[in-house]
């Protein structure tokens, strides 16, 4: 019988009393959280690692806790896993509250450099090399109004309708590079999730988290999520494009192939692009207006840093990836070319790198898969969108444009340039001549504390137990992000708590 023909197997009445407590049970705060995947380069041929290694406990030297299938919550409190033929690692879930954004984008950068060093690890054993290839990001935000106060004009997937109209501009400026091919939004059952390219740099990486933060969780709070408000506020989108189907999921993706011409090869400073409201804009200023309309959201999850970075990003005083002539090479390799506490060399050197001569043999590709898809969007005619220039008139070898706007992106750069990560606290204090150098980092994280989610994820895997009257529990694994499973030592019973209840009992736990 085909696996389509298979019956299901019927619940046991533990298994079905499992099930309706794991879906009542909520957090009570709203959260974040974020995930990244990666291709992986064995000896460098790309592989399927699930198939290779069956289990990342295969590659990593450390306790893990289980959480199901191939997922394994690791030390760093996050979790790593094998999805859909790459290594996918994902935080736990941190607590919306200032400074959030970048708890969340520290804590993923944690994740990745724990497995990345436990794969050096294992080459050092086995003689083999393994290349870690950036693919996507994905952002993840509680969307908690109840089904039963969700109406037709205002729900998750009217949300993410909206979402997939306003957010792809702004994002793809802050956190997309040349070759980047689309923005998403999936709408996911108690929560939004917006899909894009991972971004290399931690700084740009937390701008963009920030940024995403804020305007999701202002829409979310709107009394209705109809489209036709956007013609009636200041929040300008490019005429005429419609997001199409999500490749993966329910949701929508807006692709390079949607626009008149494609948004991340083009000159972002030029004002070639008609909004909703017939006038002409960069795509920076549409950007930057899209963001300053949700500047207090914005604000309210953000940390000084990332806010300042994101709005120079926007304005022209600090680089955007999209003003490179080439995707940054530190995709290629990530927790070696790009780790938190870094700024990748394209940034930090931005006018040296733009001194050599780009390949463009991308820009050829992009034109011909436009070509490819023009039929079915009827992108084939010159007059698609008034005053922007057509498809067939674009350059399939064209190199970046320099930008329009004067700006000063070695002095912005420079103040983010130097890491404070080398040295303790401790050291820097005790230098001399700390008071007459300028130390900057690429994100200061020396005042971020971690959320109180965070905190119990850490209790949960640092190999401690739990004290409950007078019996001792210890975590054996994972339900979800909600939920952990204890086993009781006196007897072997198990019992379940949500993070919630252990976030009471954070002073009940023994080494």
Same mark, same amino acid.
């Given at each position: 019988?085909?696996?389509?023909?298979?019956? +299901?197997?019927?619940?046991?009445?533990?298994? $079905?009393? *499992?099930?309706?407590? *794991?879906?009542?049970?909520?957090?009570?705060?709203?959260?974040?959280?974020?995930?990244?995947?990666?291709?992986?380069? &064995?000896?460098?041929?790309?592989?399927?690692?699930? =198939?290779?290694?069956?289990?990342?406990? #295969?590659?990593?030297? !450390?306790?893990? &806790?289980?959480? +199901?299938?191939?997922?394994?919550?690791?030390?760093?409190?996050? !979790?790593?896993?094998?999805?859909?033929?790459?290594?996918?690692?994902?935080?736990?879930?941190?607590?919306?509250?200032?400074?959030? /954004? #970048?708890?969340?984008? $520290?804590? *993923?950068?944690?994740?990745?450099?724990?497995?990345?060093?436990? &794969?050096?690890?294992? +080459?050092?054993? /086995?003689?083999?090399?393994?290349?870690?290839? !950036?693919?996507?990001?994905?952002?993840?935000? @509680?969307?908690?109004?109840?089904?039963?106060?969700?109406? #037709?004009?205002?729900?998750?997937?009217?949300? #993410?309708?909206?979402? !997939?109209?306003?957010?792809?501009?702004?994002?793809? &400026?802050?956190?997309?590079?040349?070759?980047? @091919?689309?923005?998403?939004?999936? =709408?996911?059952?108690?929560?939004? +999730?917006? @899909?894009?390219?991972?971004?290399?740099?931690p700084g740009l990486m937390v701008a963009t988290a920030t940024l995403v933060v804020g305007i999701v969780r202002d829409l979310i709070s709107w009394p209705s999520y109809d489209l036709s408000l956007l013609r009636d506020l200041p929040i300008p989108i490019i005429d005429g494009v419609t997001p199409g189907k999500h490749t993966t999921r329910k949701g929508w993706l807006t692709k390079d192939f949607h626009y008149p011409q494609s948004p991340f090869t083009s000159n972002i400073d030029a004002p070639i692009w008609t909004t909703q409201f017939g006038d002409k804009r960069s795509l920076r200023q549409i950007g930057r207006d899209t963001a300053w309309f949700f500047r207090h959201s914005i604000r309210r999850y953000s940390d000084p840093f990332s806010f300042r970075l994101l709005f120079a990003v926007l304005e022209g005083r600090a680089t955007s990836m999209l003003e490179l002539d080439d995707r940054p090479k530190a995709y290629e390799d990530v927790g070696r070319l790009c780790r938190w506490g870094m700024v990748i060399d394209e940034l930090r050197n931005f006018d040296a790198f733009q001194e050599h001569a780009p390949s463009l043999e991308y820009m050829e590709e992009r034109h011909r898969a436009r070509l490819a898809e023009a039929p079915q969007l009827d992108l084939k005619s010159p007059g698609v969108q008034p005053g922007v220039q057509p498809l067939v008139a674009i350059a399939p070898a064209q190199p970046a444009q320099r930008s329009a706007v004067p700006r000063v992106p070695p002095l912005y750069l420079d103040r983010r340039g130097m890491s404070l990560l080398e040295n303790s606290a401790r050291e820097r204090r005790k230098r001399p001549d700390r008071r007459r150098k300028q130390f900057t980092v690429p994100f200061p994280d020396r005042r971020l504390t971690r959320s109180a989610y965070e905190q119990v994820f850490l209790k949960l895997v640092s190999g401690g137990r739990l004290r409950v009257g007078n019996d001792l529990y210890t975590p054996v694994g994972m339900k979800g992000w909600y939920h952990a499973i204890f086993r009781r030592e006196s007897d072997g019973s198990e019992k379940l708590l949500t993070i919630d209840q252990l976030l009471r009992k954070m002073n009940d736990w023994t080494s």
């Open positions: 019988m085909s696996e389509k023909g298979k019956k +299901e197997r019927p619940l046991s009445e533990r298994e $079905r009393r *499992l099930r309706r407590r *794991l879906e009542r049970d909520t957090l009570r705060m709203p959260v974040i959280g974020m995930e990244s995947e990666f291709n992986v380069w &064995l000896d460098e041929v790309e592989i399927n690692p699930e =198939p290779y290694w069956k289990h990342p406990k #295969a590659f990593i030297d !450390a306790p893990l &806790l289980h959480r +199901e299938k191939t997922s394994s919550h690791i030390p760093t409190g996050g !979790a790593v896993y094998f999805d859909r033929g790459v290594i996918e690692v994902v935080t736990p879930v941190i607590e919306l509250a200032p400074q959030a /954004t #970048a708890r969340m984008v $520290r804590n *993923l950068w944690e994740q990745i450099q724990f497995v990345r060093d436990q &794969l050096t690890n294992w +080459e050092q054993k /086995t003689g083999h090399t393994v290349r870690l290839k !950036a693919y996507s990001s994905h952002y993840n935000i @509680t969307y908690e109004v109840p089904k039963s106060k969700q109406t #037709a004009s205002r729900n998750e997937k009217k949300l #993410a309708w909206l979402l !997939a109209h306003v957010l792809p501009v702004p994002m793809m &400026l802050v956190g997309a590079n040349r070759r980047s @091919t689309g923005i998403g939004v999936r =709408p996911r059952g108690g929560r939004i +999730e917006v @899909t894009s390219d991972f971004t290399p740099d």
